[in-house]
């Protein structure tokens, strides 16, 4: 899935800043893609970005306006459809991650065909995958794995791309989740995929590149978490890490929607590297990212200072502290 | 999905046996559930059964007819249609294993619902799913698995089931594949669910039970597979087994459709406990089960005393010796 850039957000008359996370994500790692937000009466959130309408966004280059809202229940609500019609009618193609469809809606997938817009619904994936080859390609890649879900492996995966470019290497993120992909670009929401392919179709998002180049893959679940294990092994055999980077929230007290207890970081580590010698028996981790943000400066570093004794390894929170000393790690092992 | 029974099994016109493979996979299993056979002019396959038509199928209390082969593509050929068309005028439902969705060929749906009668597509389910809630449910669960995909999973399922019932135990066979699906009139398709969802699905396929009933669930890829292993750990983790039997193929020389090496026995038993703890600690391994249909009588007998000396556990032959020394070890693990 490609969805053209530069992006208008619509953000509608969310109730709260979290419902408009997508949109939130997007402004904090491509700011220069945005050139404005579009806010319905009564709408709560703000992404501190100039307020247009669709014929503004237009003439501004905007090429896609993104719905980065989401909603109890993924649907769209009847008076967004106007909106959207209108950003059609202003020559601008429309990508929601709702459940909604946007072609199920007549209005909606009548003024794209009369104009000639693309409709993205990221959620869904319409592209066909093979199944997983397990071969190796060339190029470089670094997963973030979890000890749970939503604990900061897109985040995680965006400071090191910026980071590992920062710092002189040739890097690219690989989107796997709806925010990534507007955030990327392109890109697939693993989850959304049929069983099979899922392994495959992490080949896909991972293509053959030039031998030095990193890609930077988006980690998806945990192999502990009982609901979407699944998931994540067949990102991690499809994707075929040379290096990895655990991600962890050190104030979770059991795996999000279960009652399953956390795994430890090493025990991440162990089984990470465990499953994934099945695809890159070189696989190696350079380092753990905590999300310190429940956690005082003081206490936040005596923690990572703690880690990074513990296992030997770089320990930062790649929004507190930067994620340079993981890259210096990785630069040092793929010297 | 609920398949009603008994079947009309349709085998077309296809060139060989092996084509029927859907088919006879039901007749071996569930003779007492086929009414009789219908071949199209041509049909080199022969499921040994009575040779029969729509009408006298009806007649002989025939609910569904079974499309039991599978052709390049899983594409339906023009001229079965009309045999299709035939089946619903007569009262029966039809089902199918193939890509073709019955129900998108107008002629197939309009029959339907003139004569008000079921369309099952197996490969595919349009059942809404929970992700995997990784509880402990009441009941006790086996779970084939493989050294490699197509090893015999399935047959070792339905034998141990039968073998198990015969000895007396409460047992239930459970469908994760297109044939199992018709053999146990109930199941799906595990690798055609959306990635999310396997482990729920994966649930929802072996529910809570009596506390002294078993299910016997279809194993399906494997853990060592680079294509599959993630659809087999969503089932490991879903069906959440209490005992766990290792089915094995001594010919193969690599993974199915990959350049991989085959793992052992002892690593695919190590594996399969390492992961199977998170949503059981108690699983068991009970025995190995393998296809020796490619050894001599001689050569399989003492490949199996090997393997039972070397694992000290039963290790048989479902079709060839039987699958009783496996249902005794289980017996006596959980008297």
Redesign the interface.
């Known amino acids: 899935m490609e969805v053209a850039k530069p992006y208008l957000l619509f953000l509608g008359d969310v109730h709260d800043q979290l419902a408009a996370k997508t949109a939130q994500g997007i402004i904090d790692w491509r700011p220069d893609w945005c050139v404005g937000q579009l806010r319905l009466k009564g709408c709560k959130a703000d992404c501190k970005i100039d307020d247009i309408n669709t014929t503004e966004a237009a003439a501004r280059g905007a090429k896609t306006m993104v719905v980065g809202v989401a909603n109890a229940g993924g649907v769209l609500p009847e008076h967004w459809i106007s909106v959207i019609v209108e950003a059609l009618e202003a020559g601008l193609d429309v990508a929601t991650g709702l459940h909604t469809r946007l072609g199920s809606i007549p209005e909606i997938a009548e003024a794209a065909k009369q104009h000639g817009r693309q409709l993205h619904d990221v959620r869904y994936t319409d592209q066909k995958f093979d199944?997983?080859?397990?071969?190796k390609r060339p190029g470089l890649r670094l997963l973030t794995v979890g000890t749970d879900c939503s604990v900061g492996k897109k985040y995680t995966a965006l400071a090191l791309d910026q980071e590992m470019r920062a710092q002189g290497l040739n890097s690219t993120f690989c989107a796997t989740g709806q925010t990534g992909v507007f955030i990327s670009g392109r890109g697939i929401s693993?989850?959304?995929?049929?069983?099979?392919f899922?392994?495959?179709a992490a080949e896909w998002v991972t293509p053959a590149t030039d031998p030095d180049a990193w890609q930077v893959v988006e980690g998806q679940g945990s192999l502990?978490h009982?609901?979407?294990?699944?998931?994540?092994?067949?990102?991690l055999?499809?994707s075929q890490p040379d290096a990895f980077v655990v991600c962890h929230e050190p104030t979770r007290t059991h795996m999000r929607?279960?009652?399953?207890q956390l795994p430890t970081i090493q025990q991440v580590m162990d089984r990470v590297s465990l499953?994934g010698h099945?695809?890159n028996p070189e696989i190696l981790c350079v380092g753990i990212c905590v999300n310190t943000s429940a956690l005082e400066e003081d206490e936040a570093n005596n923690y990572l200072r703690f880690l990074s004794e513990e296992y030997s390894l770089p320990a930062v929170d790649p929004i507190r502290t930067g994620a340079g000393a993981v890259v210096e790690e990785l630069k040092k092992q793929f010297a």
């Not at 199944?131 to 071969?135: C, E, F, N």
């Not at 693993?190 to 099979?196: E, K, Q, S, T, Y």
């Not at 929607?257 to 399953?260: A, F, I, P, T």
Request: proline content about 3%.
């Open positions: 199944t997983g080859k397990g071969s693993l989850d959304a995929v049929i069983a099979d899922i392994s495959g502990f009982p609901s979407f294990a699944g998931v994540t092994l067949g990102l055999h499809g929607g279960v009652e399953h499953e099945l695809t």
